[in-house]
T-cell receptor
Framework: GIQVEQSPPDLILQEGANSTLRCNFS?????LQWFHQNPWGQLINLFY???GTKQNGRLSATTVATERYSLLYISSSQTTDSGVYFC???????????FGPGTSLSVIP | DTEVTQTPKHLVMGMTNKKSLKCEQH?????MYWYKQKAKKPPELMFV???????INESVPSRFSPECPNSSLLNLHLHALQPEDSALYLC?????????FGPGTRLTVL
């Protein structure tokens, strides 16, 4: 099956700093979603981005499907950005749904 | 309404108990999911109902039993669980490819 890697696994940022999180797939994917899991466990949908670039406030994401990777940019980080960021390939059968291992982000004041 | 709701938020149960987790969405989504998440791990898909047709992760033990009474409701029936089943159980729904998650139920099996 398709393997997913995320880097870095852990990241500590000073408030106000920028960061780039990366998601690599071992094979082509038809769709890709980025999630933020806050410290209370809630998974929040950030972007559905099978290709191209999208922006939402301080966050933006780029997926280059032909090269099998996606990037999530966080600018001017805030303490509320802390949590775990997952990239995933969603789907409607269990053998098609893939989550990456996650990047754990801590933003310190 | 863009919300997936789950009840209860927390559940503590013994190994001989029978309990159910509930999930509800009113976004008209036709696929609903149950995930299990252990600490410091990504969510692991257990079951998918897509247009009320069930897709099962064959590695999920039979002590977990899903039920989809209608396209807005999803239940997970629990029976004779083991302590290693303690985890965060997440429900999600999707219309096409974008999944939306509920807040989860934290389950502790004693």
């Amino acid at each position: 099956g398709i393997q997913v890697e995320q880097s870095p696994p852990d990241l500590i940022l000073q408030e106000g700093a920028n960061s780039t999180l990366r998601c690599n797939f071992s094979d082509s994917v038809n769709n890709l979603q980025w999630f933020h899991q806050n410290p209370w466990g809630q998974l929040i949908n950030l972007f559905y981005i099978p290709s191209g670039t999208k922006q939402n406030g301080r966050l933006s994401a780029t997926t280059v499907a032909t090269e099998r990777y996606s990037l999530l940019y966080i600018s001017s980080s805030q303490t509320t950005d802390s949590g775990v960021y997952f990239c995933a390939q969603p789907g409607t059968s269990y053998d098609k749904v893939i989550f990456g291992p996650g990047t754990s982000l801590s933003v310190i004041p | 309404d863009t919300e997936v709701t789950q009840t209860p938020k927390h559940l503590v149960m013994g190994m001989t108990n029978k309990k159910s987790l509930k999930c509800e969405q009113h976004m008209g989504h036709r696929a609903m999911y149950w995930y299990k998440q252990k600490a410091k791990k990504p969510p692991e898909l257990m079951f998918v109902y897509s247009y009320e047709k069930l897709s099962i992760n064959e590695s999920v033990p039979s002590r977990f039993s899903p039920e989809c009474p209608n396209s807005s409701l999803l239940n997970l029936h629990l029976h004779a669980l083991q302590p290693e089943d303690s985890a965060l159980y997440l429900c999600a729904s999707s219309l096409s490819d974008t999944q939306y998650f509920g807040p989860g139920t934290r389950l502790t099996v004693l």
